[in-house]
């Protein structure tokens, strides 16, 4: 009789705690497990051993178990964080590292009702800005995450964190400014270059650059006077060659460039880009953008001294999502983002803190790379006759996994021709016993059944394409298939450049050739039509919540 294999046990939680200590350097999906591992067991011990963590005298200790707490604790959670908070045997650093948690879990305790728990408030809050400026110190992604923090404060709260910044006089403190002289409200900007000359001569190397940026892209007068005047006074304040010395060195990068990538455009003008530096021989430090081509940039993930094996894991994990990702020359890259910040500014849209606090080293990028100007799209190419037989073949780029995504957009407006479409279908019915035998007639049947529903379905996209369609619509994806073509382009494949650039000089509105004649766009409302309920039903189950689809897809009959 074969032996039972052994299966390996699971680690104790005190190894748990132990690793995730040690959490940089552990891999998302065994970072999960250790989660899984401290759920199984948290009211039966593992939640308290966590909160020893914060009874150590010890910064990681801390971060871990607000890490731990951040990812399992719930409102059930509370009275226990909370009894935790009012015990005098526990250190002050301790209560205030544990506000974030409380704060999300709801507690009365999370803002000032835990300074009443402090044994010496006054040298508790000195002891945590000091940390905090350690923390800032260290990385982009420590810069990151007490900013995220900041700009979840009530207004005033946040000027008197800025004003508390400028009085430090702490050289750090201008990690934490810099991000916010963009992208904010005009008192919090005011009030940010007023910390900044307060810090004064620390300040002047990063802060010269900033300013001057500020001059260069704020419409606001009264912010750009501001910004003149605090300028004007550092730069007397510094040594003399200062600011040449302070410009000349935001023109070089940080570190050197080790690899920039894209990911090919989905159906909604969604891509990822991909920017990754040499931070040591074994680690790279980078961002990762999401751009769409109506918004701009959307959101802004950073990493920080990764391995570069992990890096190149991340790269491969992604194209097994479904964003195939190429590399790309930088200032193909550096373009994208470039052009990706501008439809931020036009369409007024916010752009991502994270990106504010890269952005010093993008611009960098951008000028080493400025004398390197690539397209970000294909030239356009007027529609003549000699391109009608690719035309023809337009609806074979749905044949490509780079176009699977592609549907019409926006969702909403293709909604009455599915509930059309879906409400004509018969769906087949399994024929009685007794009728079984009849093959021919049963698959005669099933036979017209199918050539009825591709008489629905065309008369639906016919409908479609009469009542959907327009200039502005048909500019918007002749863009998209020629930016698409330019990654064809770097990709190599020159076949499919050739047949995306003559259907983009189709579907511009000033081809004169009839919608009714070009397969990519009846492809398209057909494949939309068709998989639209389905697609309905991943996006409702994306948000985690099962409502109902909208639209009455499958009316009675």
Not at 123 to 149: F, H, N, P, W, Y
Request: net charge negative.
């Amino acid at each position: 009789m074969p032996k039972k294999r052994k299966e390996s046990p699971s680690p104790s939680i005190d190894e748990v705690l132990d690793a995730v200590c040690h959490r940089d350097s552990i891999d998302p999906l065994q970072m999960d497990a250790y989660l899984e591992r401290l759920d199984e067991e948290w009211t039966a011990g593992a939640r308290d051993k966590v909160l020893d963590l914060l009874r150590r005298r010890d910064p990681a200790a801390h971060s871990t178990a607000v890490y731990i707490l951040s990812h399992l604790a719930t409102e059930d959670d509370r009275e226990v964080l909370e009894d935790f908070v009012t015990d005098p045997t526990v250190s002050d650093i301790a209560k205030l590292t544990l506000a974030p948690v409380l704060r999300e879990l709801n507690s009365e305790l999370a803002e000032e009702g835990l300074v009443e728990y402090l044994n010496d408030p006054e040298a508790a809050m000195l002891q945590m800005q000091s940390r905090l400026l350690e923390l800032v110190g260290k990385s982009e992604l420590g810069v990151e995450a007490v900013l995220e923090d900041v700009l979840s404060m009530p207004l005033e709260r946040r000027l008197g964190f800025v004003d508390w910044l400028g009085r430090s006089h702490d050289p750090r403190a201008v990690h934490l400014l810099l991000p916010l002289l963009e992208n904010q409200s005009t008192r919090v900007v005011m009030a940010t270059i007023d910390a900044l000359e307060q810090l004064g001569s620390l300040a002047a190397p990063q802060a010269i650059p900033a300013l001057n940026h500020l001059l260069t892209t704020s419409s606001n007068r009264l912010l750009k006077q501001h910004a003149r005047a605090a300028l004007g006074r550092l730069t007397m304040q510094a040594a003399p060659g200062t600011e040449a010395q302070a410009l000349a060195e935001a023109a070089r990068p940080a570190y050197p460039l080790y690899e920039a990538r894209v990911s090919f455009i989905d159906g909604s003008g969604s891509q990822i880009i991909m920017l990754a530096w040499k931070h040591s021989e074994e680690t790279v430090k980078g961002i990762n953008l999401l751009c769409q081509d109506q918004w701009g940039i959307k959101d802004c993930y950073s990493t920080d001294e990764m391995a570069v094996d992990r890096w190149q894991r991340l790269v491969r994990e992604m194209g097994d999502q479904g964003f195939t990702n190429f590399v790309v020359p930088p200032a193909y890259c550096l373009a994208l983002i470039s052009e990706a910040a501008a439809l931020n500014r036009r369409g007024r849209h916010k752009l991502p803190i994270a990106y504010a606090i890269w952005r010093p080293l993008l611009s960098a990028e951008m000028q080493q790379h400025q004398g390197q100007p690539v397209a970000t799209a294909l030239e356009p190419q007027p529609f003549s006759p000699e391109l009608l037989p690719l035309v023809q073949k337009g609806d074979e780029l749905f044949q490509m996994p780079e176009f699977s995504s592609w549907m019409y957009e926006p969702l909403e407006r293709i909604q009455p021709f599915m509930a059309r479409y879906w409400g004509t279908i018969e769906f087949p019915r399994v024929p009685p016993a007794s009728a079984r035998g009849r093959g021919r007639s049963h698959k005669q049947n099933q036979q017209q059944t199918a050539t009825d529903q591709r008489q629905a379905l065309e008369t639906v996209v016919e409908q479609a394409l009469e009542e959907l369609i327009d200039d502005h619509w048909r500019l918007l994806y002749e863009t998209r298939l020629r930016r698409q073509g330019q990654l064809f382009t770097f990709a190599g494949r020159k076949q499919e450049v050739a047949l995306i650039r003559a259907v983009a000089a189709a579907l511009h509105p000033g081809s004169g050739l009839p919608l009714k004649e070009q397969p990519f766009v009846r492809a398209l409302l057909s494949l939309s039509i068709r998989q639209g309920p389905f697609r309905m039903l991943l996006e409702t189950l994306d948000n985690n919540e099962l409502q109902p689809l909208p639209g009455d897809l499958f009316p009675p009959r």
